[in-house]
């Protein structure tokens, strides 16, 4: 099992940056392809970002493209998401969720249901 924590969140006026993280317990995290979400009330859950055990990463180039970053440190089996230059319609809670390597490799990294574990979440909010 993975216990998986984010925290990082709060509140942030329009232009602001915030570095959220996800720290995972339980098991090495270093073989985890692991991803960040976020919902806005009303909404379905988002993709946001992901990083594969290798380092290589994904966005969700639409709504992120150059303003959010994600990188991981397997010392501290910790995922990070820098964001950078927030808007009013990134406010959302923020969960990260793990994929166990046991799974064939990660392809359609939009769908929740890819994934195995995941955070309670942490909200962020940007005001305008």
């Known amino acids: 099992q993975v216990q998986l924590v984010e925290s990082g969140g709060g509140l942030m006026q329009t232009g602001g940056s915030l570095r959220l993280s996800c720290t995972a317990s339980?098991?090495?995290?270093?073989?985890?392809?692991v991803g960040w979400f976020r919902q806005a009330p009303g909404k379905e859950r988002e993709f946001v970002a992901l990083?594969?055990?290798?380092?290589?990463?994904?966005y969700n180039a639409d709504s992120v493209k150059d303003r959010f970053t994600i990188s991981r440190d397997n010392a501290k089996n910790t995922v990070y998401l820098q964001m950078n230059s927030l808007k009013p319609e990134d406010t959302a809670i923020y969960y990260c969720?793990?994929?166990?390597?046991?799974?064939?490799?990660?392809?359609?990294?939009?769908?929740?249901?890819?994934?195995?574990?995941w955070g309670q979440g942490t909200q962020v909010t940007v005001s305008s």
């Open positions: 969720a793990a994929r166990s390597p046991a799974r064939p490799n990660l392809y359609n990294y939009y769908n929740t249901n890819e994934y195995d574990y």
């Open positions: 339980g098991r090495t995290f270093s073989s985890y392809t």
């Open positions: 990083i594969r055990y290798s380092g290589a990463s994904a």
